[in-house]
Each structure stands twice: as structure tokens, then as C-alpha cells.
């Protein structure tokens, strides 16, 4: 049985295949489609019933012979497996082959690649660094680079074979290489459409995350930001008031750059707080951050969700953290309503993976950088941006 999925990127097709036909679902092909549909990008037929050639599970007996492996065990491995090559491709960039030899090699090249995506799902092999010594030498560096800055290997993987399907292998060197690697990870990089502010009703911004991720930095810079490029009609509003030192960090930043700041205590204030701030374009709301235990914390952020009803709401989390506990936190502020991802401490951390990673994996998009601690360090994200960081 075999089955087509189509779906924007390789990821989101193989997140689904995994998930519909399991772990042991071998992949037969994949290949960019022409559809103009974002969500068609791309085609993978994978099956269940094929048998992948992999190497014995380990503590199974080494039978000399590469072994053949599926879900329903080990079998003796078949002559000869069916010429990839033979299979058809709708890919633009085959309609017009080159002379034979190097299409072979190409097909070649993606039949090896295929391989291991059987082996890695099947976790026998594991993390790109097992992988490399077998992909073309011209992708080895920014396998390496890519893997070094935290994605994971299946993405890595991803990124590979889409780039080699781009990148003829008449004209393969490590720099052009590397400037299609750049465009293929600019394009899945997920970015959150610019705010527009309107007239007649404030944009409300909302700002949640773990404490010292980094939410007031964020807020004080975004309304310096707003203040020098022309809009003086931006409000703070903090609901952070009982934590040593947070109000008065506040108070003084909106002093010093004459932003006008309110305090909320409680849900109940947030309408007449709101009638004084009607006439202004740009509401930041800053929160208070709490321990991932704390269940009165989510009900805190959920009825102040509640009475704000805000425009946006923005995780806010430091790259430098642990990818487990970047994955936890997403879990329990998507549940709150998040719906965008700021990262801060950009400047500190060696490893920018999650830029990529955490908004494809949770489907919301990125709006800001913080790269420091200086007022002007933050950045609208830019995909662009984003992929020669990764790519350095
Ligand atoms: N280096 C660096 N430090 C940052 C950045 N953003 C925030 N910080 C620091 O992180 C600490 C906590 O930030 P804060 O905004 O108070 O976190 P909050 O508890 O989420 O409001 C402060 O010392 C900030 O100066 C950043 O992008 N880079
Ligand atoms: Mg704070």
C-alpha cells in the first residue's frame, strides 16, 4: 500500500506520515510538486509494506549479509532492490535533464539519501554525525554547521535533501551550496506578519513567559522603539507589581522615555484601565512570570487573556535555554494562548536552532529578537536574517 502526502515542507509531510502509518513507515519518494499552493509544496509517497535494507537491530544476530528489516522482523535480504532510478519525478528541474550520467547520479544520490531516512526512523543510527561521512562532500560543512547550531537531525536531513534536489550537480561547489542551503532555511523560517495599528482602538500586545526570560526588556525597548520612529502614543501596562523590584524598573524606564505606564492588581481594574488608554495606538502589556508548577499562574495569565482580549500575544523565551525546557514552556504557554515567539539573549547563545525548530514544531511564528541589553538590541524577525545565523 502506498500513500501520497503533500504538505508545505518535508517535515510537516513526514511529522504526518509518522504519525499516520507509525515508525515504521518507509519513505518512497519525495519531491517538490509545481502546485502553487502553499500547503502542496512538496509530495512524499511512503508505504508500509516495502521492505527497507537496513543493518540488523543490535542484539540480533549479524547474519553476515545486510539484513532486511520491517515491522514484522528480520528477513533474508532480496537479490537486488528495485532501481530507484526507474521511478518518475514531476520535478521541474528533471524535465530538462543534463546529459544522463549526472541524472543518474543525482537519482543515485537521493536513492542514498532515502536510505537514511528509513535508518534514522527506525533509530538505529543516530544524529547527523553518523550520517555524514555518507552525504556528498560539497553538504558536509553545513550539515555539520547546521547540526553543531541544535537542529535536529531529522530537519537537518530535511534541509539536505531539498537543497540537493535544487542544487544541480553540474554546478556544485560549497558556495553555491551554502547560498541555497540559505534560501531553503530562510523559507521555512515562520514569521509573524508585521503589527498594524489602526485608528480608533489601540494594538494590544501581550508579553508571557517563564521570569527573566526577558518580557520587560522586550517591552521597554519595543516602546523606545515605537517612541523614536515617530508613534509617541504607546502605553505600558504592568501587571507585574508585587515582585521585588519589577514595578520600580518599570516606573523608572517609563520615566526616563516619558511612556505612560499603569498598574493593574487584578483582572477587574483592566476595563477602566483600558477606557483611559483608548486613545492610544500601542498597548504593551508586561506580566509577571512564574514557575512551570504554578498552577495559580496560569490562572492568572488566562483571566487576564480573559479581560484584555489582546491582539497578540508573545512568548517570550531565552534561545540560550535548554531545548527540553524551550519545548516545555512552549507546551504550557501555547495552551495560554500564545501565539508568537520572541527570542531574547540571542547575543549569548551558541546555538540558534530553535529559531527554526520551536515555530515549525509548535506552528506560531516569530515577531521579535532581543539581541542584548542595550535599548536598541532587538530585531523584527527577518528570515533572511534568521538563515545566514544559522549559516554562518
Ligand atoms: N544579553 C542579553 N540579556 C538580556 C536580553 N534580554 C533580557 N536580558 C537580561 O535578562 C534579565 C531579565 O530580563 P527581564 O526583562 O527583567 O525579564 P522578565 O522577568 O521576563 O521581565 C535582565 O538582566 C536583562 O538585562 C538579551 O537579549 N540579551
Ligand atoms: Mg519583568
Known amino acids: 500500500m502506498n500513500k501520497k502526502y503533500r504538505a508545505g515542507t518535508f517535515t510537516e509531510a513526514f511529522q504526518r506520515i509518522k504519525e499516520e502509518l507509525g515508525p515504521d513507515a518507509v519513505i518512497l519518494r519525495q519531491e517538490l510538486t509545481n502546485s502553487k499552493n502553499p500547503n502542496e509544496k512538496v509530495e512524499v509517497t511512503a508505504t508500509l509494506d516495502d521492505i527497507a535494507e537496513l543493518p540488523p537491530p543490535p542484539g540480533k544476530r549479524d547474519t553476515g549479509k545486510l539484513a532486511t528489516y520491517n515491522s514484522k522482523g528480520i528477513k533474508p535480504i532480496k537479490e537486488k532492490a528495485p532501481e530507484f532510478g526507474k521511478q518518475e519525478f514531476g520535478k521541474p528541474e528533471f524535465a530538462k535533464p543534463e546529459p544522463s550520467g549526472n541524472l543518474e547520479d ?11 531516512f528509513a535508518i534514522t526512523r527506525s533509530d538505529f543510527l543516530e544524529g547527523i554525525r553518523v550520517v555524514r561521512d555518507r552525504i556528498p562532500k560539497e553538504f558536509a560543512s553545513i550539515a555539520a554547521e547546521l547540526s553543531r547550531n541544535g537542529l535536529p537531525v531529522q530537519i537537518v536531513q530535511d534541509l539536505l535533501a531539498e537543497t540537493m534536489l535544487l542544487c544541480p550537480i553540474s554546478s556544485r561547489d560549497e558556495a553555491s551550496v551554502k547560498e541555497q542551503m540559505k534560501k531553503v532555511l530562510a523559507n521555512r523560517i515562520s514569521i509573524a ?10 494594538l494590544v500586545q501581550m508579553f508571557i513567559g517563564p521570569a527573566g526570560s526577558g518580557k520587560s526588556g522586550i517591552i521597554s525597548k519595543l516602546a523606545g522603539r515605537a517612541t523614536v520612529t515617530g508613534n509617541p502614543n504607546v502605553a505600558v501596562v504592568t501587571t507585574d507589581c508585587y515582585r521585588m523590584g519589577a514595578l520600580e524598573q518599570m516606573e523608572a524606564f517609563a520615566a526616563a522615555a516619558d511612556i505612560d505606564l499603569e498598574k493593574v492588581n487584578s483582572p477587574e481594574e483592566i476595563p477602566e484601565v483600558f477606557e483611559r488608554l483608548r486613545d492610544k495606538s500601542l498597548v504593551l502589556i508586561d506580566t509577571a512570570g512564574r514557575s512551570l508548577k504554578n498552577e495559580e499562574h496560569e490562572e492568572e495569565i488566562g483571566a487576564l487573556y480573559e479581560a484584555i482580549r489582546p491582539d497578540e500575544v508573545h512568548l517570550v523565551l531565552p534561545l540560550n535555554m535548554r531545548d527540553r525546557d524551550l519545548e516545555k514552556f512552549a507546551e504550557k504557554y501555547v495552551a495560554l494562548k500564545a501565539n508568537r515567539i520572541v527570542f531574547t539573549r540571542q547575543d549569548e547563545s551558541s546555538e540558534q536552532g530553535a529559531l527554526l525548530w520551536l515555530p515549525l514544531k509548535f506552528g506560531i511564528p516569530l515577531s521579535y529578537i532581543g539581541n542584548g541589553q542595550s535599548p536598541d538590541n532587538i530585531l523584527s524577525a527577518e528570515k533572511e536574517i534568521i538563515a545566514g545565523w544559522l549559516l554562518r
Open 106 to 116: 543525482l537519482l543515485a544520490e537521493v536513492k542514498k539519501l532515502r536510505e537514511e
Open 193 to 202: 506578519s508585521r503589527p498594524r495599528l489602526r485608528k480608533g482602538r489601540p
